[in-house]
């Protein structure tokens, strides 16, 4: 069990350009989040997947936002026509469904220029 | 509305005392489940506790306990002897809905705690 992983780590873009990040969760883990955390505040939730299965999306995922889980195991996350609000560290967690308990990666820090 | 509260931006402790961090939270779902996580400066975040809305005991880990208060909607975590390595921020959360359905997950604004030697 290597635990959560996102790529990259650290991303630097310029307004307007088109941004995807990768999660890979804790394999035998059907269930995955993503989340966005400005610097002092909480982790604001975006969207999760059950299996491939998107069940929930936040009113925060704007229409320039999508996410995707096309086999159920790993996920992107992508961000079009990027604005300066964007810049934000993108959280990804994994869990099992049968319980509470998520898994967080590392994050990927996201800065528009 | 806020939905998780936090009331401590910062709080401090000496090492090998007991703290509490405060959480009160709002939701009409009967169905809930509340949470506590840690956000060291390397930034991960770190499970440490969780309790049912149904849940009759309050939740126990190790050094981590939750002080359960579902009247006045209070959930606040007890760490006892604190280390400096729990230096960190501390969030709670809460899961609105059943488990195994729809759900929405909402995050405090934290509580910065540091253990002094």
């Known amino acids: 069990d290597t635990g959560v992983s996102q790529d990259p780590r650290h991303k630097i873009t310029k307004r307007g350009q088109n941004v995807t990040f990768r999660c890979d969760p804790i394999?035998?883990?059907?269930?995955l989040y993503w989340y966005r955390q400005t610097l002092g505040q909480g982790p604001e939730f975006l969207t999760y997947?059950?299996?491939?299965?998107?069940?929930?999306k936040s009113r925060l995922l704007s229409d320039r936002f999508s996410a995707e889980r096309p086999k159920g195991s790993f996920s992107t996350l992508e961000i079009q026509r990027t604005e300066q609000g964007d810049s934000a560290m993108y959280l990804c967690?994994?869990?099992?469904?049968?319980?509470?308990?998520?898994?967080f990666g590392p994050g990927t820090r996201l800065t528009v220029t | 509305a806020q939905k998780i509260t936090q009331t401590q931006p910062g709080m401090f402790v000496q090492e090998k005392e007991a703290v509490t961090l405060d959480c009160t939270y709002d939701?009409?779902?009967?169905?809930?489940?509340l949470f506590w996580y840690k956000q060291p400066s390397s930034g991960e975040m770190i499970f440490l506790i969780y309790?049912?809305?149904?849940?009759?005991q309050n939740a126990t880990e190790g050094r981590y306990s939750l002080n359960f208060q579902k009247a006045r909607k209070s959930a606040n975590l007890v760490i006892s002897a604190s280390q400096l390595g729990d230096s960190a921020m501390y969030f709670c959360?809460?899961?609105?809905?059943?488990?195994?359905?729809?759900?929405?997950?909402?995050f405090g604004p934290g509580t910065r705690l540091s253990v002094l030697p």
């Open positions: 967690a994994s869990s099992l469904e049968s319980v509470d308990e998520q898994y």
């Open positions: 394999s035998e883990h059907n269930r």
């Open positions: 997947f059950q299996n491939e299965a998107q069940l929930e």
């Open positions: 939701t009409s779902d009967p169905s809930y489940g």
């Open positions: 309790q049912g809305s149904y849940d009759q």
């Open positions: 959360a809460m899961r609105e809905g059943k488990r195994n359905y729809g759900q929405n997950f909402v």
